[in-house]
């Protein structure tokens, strides 16, 4: 075992267990970017077996692989540009975004063309100024109105849910609510209106609405570990383990230069261990010593440069670490996946997305 990604799906479903106690809404578990890079069907699968009634991709691509394996469940891809199948996603029961009077009118055109009524859900921007109708929306709400489309869902996104008390939270919410008041006028009124992501859904009750979109947290990472604590105070429990074989332990004198750049020398005497993950893999290249492994019962920080498929940890003088043993890079025992990303300058869903698929996912 050169590497591999560990992970436990029980942990999966405590985590949707948690949330799903505290909440009337229903729970679309966000499998997006490979499940948060801990694998879409074994994730989707477990993520409906623990509860969640709905899906949420962002690609079509995404949406088929989920369909193609069976998964039938209410599935929503949200990211497709105008080039995207809508014809065989209207086919494969894949329900669609609609953020542009644009995309209504190549949605609705493949609906025709497959002879079927698409399945929709109307995106608005309520002040992040990305995804959803903003300027059309007049424009919009006349021609939603004779278009053949079953309008099943009115969505929006949180630009700041991480951070509770930020006016703009309760902002978006009102122009949520003043839209939605206005599409109803017109008669059409969505069965499932939706807007908290993780943060909101652990923040902002009044945000739930008919669904909940569960990312981050499902996969037990807490969205802001600044504003709103780390995954242990919010009782959520990360689910995967990332780890990789020790390639060679060595000896090697004080002032000793590691790596490229002779970035850092050793300080003592010590003994180093060479991990067998670079950045090919996703551990980013300038992760500093605050990450680490955790090996032979100790923590050993980085040092020097992450290479390309391989990086250098002080192990100290005196660890009984060995090559070819097993070392934890994060996961429970160590260092924490908010410690990488910290150490990394980053974020957790950059560091649990950015893992390559060239490392194995295993389940547990
Ligand atoms: C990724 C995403 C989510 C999930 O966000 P988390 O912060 O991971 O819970 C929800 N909704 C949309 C539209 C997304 O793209």
């Given at each position: 075992m ?15 267990a ?5 909440t009337?809404?229903?729970i ?33 691509e ?5 369909r ?5 469940t209410?599935?929503?891809?949200w990211?497709t540009?105008?080039?995207a ?41 309520t ?15 006349i ?16 630009a ?17 609510e ?9 008669g ?22 008919d ?12 969205p ?9 105070s ?5 689910a ?18 590691v ?11 010590t ?58 890079i994060?996961?429970?025992l ?16 950059e560091?649990?997305?950015r893992?390559?698929t ?7």
């Amino acid at each position: 075992m050169r590497a591999v990604v560990e992970v436990n799906l029980k942990a999966i479903a405590n985590n949707i267990a948690l949330i799903k106690n505290a909440t009337s809404a229903e729970i679309l578990a966000v499998v997006k970017a490979d499940a948060y890079g801990h694998g879409l069907i074994p994730i989707a699968k477990c993520a409906i077996q623990s509860g969640a009634t709905w899906l949420g991709v962002a690609l079509l691509e995404e949406a088929f692989t989920l369909r193609e394996s069976g998964v039938t469940t209410p599935l929503i891809a949200w990211l497709t540009p105008p080039s995207a199948d809508f014809k065989a996603a209207i086919d494969s029961n894949i329900d669609l975004s609609i953020p542009s009077l644009r995309h209504l009118e190549l949605v609705v055109a493949a609906g025709k063309a497959v002879g079927k009524t698409p399945r929709v859900h109307i995106e608005v921007d309520t002040g992040m100024s990305r995804g959803g109708l903003l300027g059309e929306w007049q424009e919009f709400l006349i021609a939603i109105k004779g278009a053949d489309v079953e309008v099943i869902g009115f969505w929006s996104h949180f630009a700041r849910a991480d951070e509770p008390d930020e006016i703009a939270n309760e902002k978006q919410l009102q122009e949520f609510e003043a839209k939605l008041t206005e599409l109803r006028e017109q008669g059409i009124n969505p069965k499932y209106v939706h807007f908290a992501n993780s943060a909101a859904i652990l923040t902002n009750q009044t945000s739930h609405n008919d669904i909940i979109r569960l990312g981050i947290s499902m996969y037990g990472l807490s969205p802001d570990v600044k504003t709103l604590g780390s995954s242990e105070s919010l009782n959520l429990e990360p689910a995967m383990t990332l780890k990789a074989e020790v390639h060679l332990v060595k000896r090697v004198p004080a002032g000793s230069p590691v790596g490229y750049g002779g970035t850092q020398k050793t300080s003592r005497d010590t003994k180093l261990a060479i991990i067998t993950m670079g950045y090919s893999d996703g551990i980013p290249r300038n992760t500093t010593s605050a990450a680490g492994v955790f090996i032979a019962g100790a923590k050993a920080p980085i040092i020097g440069r992450v290479s390309m498929d391989q990086f250098v940890v002080d192990l100290g003088p005196d660890s009984d670490a060995k090559i070819g043993d097993i070392a934890e890079i994060f996961g429970p025992l160590g260092y924490s996946i908010d410690d990488w990303a910290q150490a990394a300058g980053t974020i957790n869903y950059e560091m649990v997305t950015r893992i390559a698929t060239r490392v194995p996912r295993i389940y547990a």
